[in-house]
């Protein structure tokens, strides 16, 4: 069995992990990090996150799902990627926030090969998904699990940067 990214996707949605994904100053992709088992290899087929949009906005009605190697504590090298037409559903919402569950299924299961590593090797699964509106969107934290990662892009510098609170 695999160790689950880092967010508690099914735990309440209490945080929104990033914002305005279609705006190139703000944060418009974050990842979550995938830990596969020494001498383990599978093929990665869906994703499943939660996701909210500011004032009950409905989402795109596609999004963009990457798979990265890990360099240090962040993402590097892209394995995967694609745009994806995801299955939406609607759940109740939170105050002016629309809360949806996405599933991505890519047309290409993405293998994540361990099989020569003698340790556990951490891969990034990252989103980029925006609403028609244009507004706040973001892929929900659940309950944060106290001092485990998500990577979002830095907006001044354009890389990487490792997280472990709510961006506000």
Do not use: H, R
């Amino acid at each position: 069995a695999q160790t689950p990214c880092s967010q508690d996707n099914p735990a309440p949605v209490t945080n929104i992990i990033y914002t305005n994904p279609e705006n190139t100053i703000g944060n418009p992709s974050v990842a979550f990090d995938l830990t596969v088992d020494a001498y383990t290899q599978f093929d990665l087929t869906t994703v499943t996150v939660k996701m909210a949009t500011a004032n009950m906005a409905a989402l795109n009605p596609t999004g963009i799902v990457s798979v990265y190697t890990s360099s240090g504590d962040v993402p590097a090298t892209e394995l995967a990627s694609e745009t994806i037409t995801p299955t939406v559903v609607t759940e109740a919402p939170i105050s002016t926030f629309a809360i949806y569950t996405v599933t991505f299924t890519f047309s290409t299961p993405v293998e994540l090969d361990n099989m020569a590593g003698a340790t556990d090797a951490t891969f990034w699964v990252g989103f980029v998904m925006g609403n028609v509106d244009g507004g706040n969107t973001g892929v929900t934290g659940g309950s944060l699990i106290a001092g485990l990662p998500y990577a979002s892009i830095n907006d001044t510098s354009g890389g990487w940067v490792l997280s472990t609170g709510c961006l506000d």
